[in-house]
T-cell receptor, first 110, second 111 residues
Framework: QKEVEQNSGPLSVPEGAIASLNCTYS??????FFWYRQYSGKSPELIMS????GDKEDGRFTAQLNKASQYVSLLIRDSQPSDSATYLC??????????FGKGTHLIIQP | SAVISQKPSRDICQRGTSLTIQCQVD?????MFWYRQQPGQSLTLIAT?????????ESGFVIDKFPISRPNLTFSTLTVSNMSPEDSSIYLC????????FGEGSRLTVL
């Protein structure tokens, strides 16, 4: 069974600091990895995808993937109060739908 | 990307009734999926909606309870049948257009 592990939090980070979110997954054949942001009462919004080992940067967001360790992370630089949300890690091994983690609740303290 | 419209956005239903949720995508997509998100939980895949064939259901979900239609490449429906309070949840339609995008969800409350 495919599983995704995330620390549910809450993770509290001061405004302006770096927020670090981590995720491990069980399926070694997984090829695609995603980070979604979900505000309370809203649907998930894709913020990052990563497909190969290493780092991928997009604005204040950096995704890091280590397939050997089955580990993916998301760094948010210069954290803003608007970044406060639940961050969902997800992966895909093929044509089926994504498998999601339970999410990490991030709180950015002004 | 894809813009996905879902309706109803929310509904309050009586036990034993059925409700159909509609999902419209602004472009043709091969893969559409239906997820459930129970209060305080993550997303659980219900089924993959296949155009021209029966939906593929995940473990714990059956066609009699969650019949799905996929008449074309831009539209799908999910019916929640014979509802009970345990079916109170957010139901999310999603489409694979390069990456996976979600509709705004349908929040169902079953009394």
């Amino acid at each position: 069974q495919k599983e995704v592990e995330q620390n549910s939090g809450p993770l509290s980070v001061p405004e302006g600091a770096i927020a670090s979110l981590n995720c491990t997954y069980s399926d070694r054949v997984s090829q695609s990895f995603f980070w979604y942001r979900q505000y309370s009462g809203k649907s998930p919004e894709l913020i990052m995808s990563i497909y190969s080992n290493g780092d991928k940067e997009d604005g204040r967001f950096t995704a890091q993937l280590n397939k050997a360790s089955q580990y993916v992370s998301l760094l948010i630089r210069d954290s803003q109060p608007s970044d406060s949300a639940t961050y969902l890690c997800a992966f895909s091994g093929g044509a089926d739908g994504l498998t999601f983690g339970k999410g990490t609740h991030l709180i950015i303290q002004p | 990307s894809a813009v996905i419209s879902q309706k109803p956005s929310r509904d309050i239903c009586q036990r034993g009734t059925s409700l159909t949720i509609q999902c419209q995508v602004d472009s043709q997509v091969t893969m559409m999926f239906w997820y459930r998100q129970q209060p305080g939980q993550s997303l659980t895949l219900i089924a993959t909606a296949n155009q021209g064939s029966e939906a593929t259901y995940e473990s714990g979900f059956v066609i009699d309870k969650f019949p799905i239609s996929r008449p074309n490449l831009t539209f799908s429906t999910l019916t929640v049948s014979n509802m009970s309070p345990e079916d109170s949840s957010i139901y999310l339609c999603s489409a694979a257009a390069g990456e996976l995008f979600f509709g705004e969800g349908s929040r169902l409350t079953v009394l």
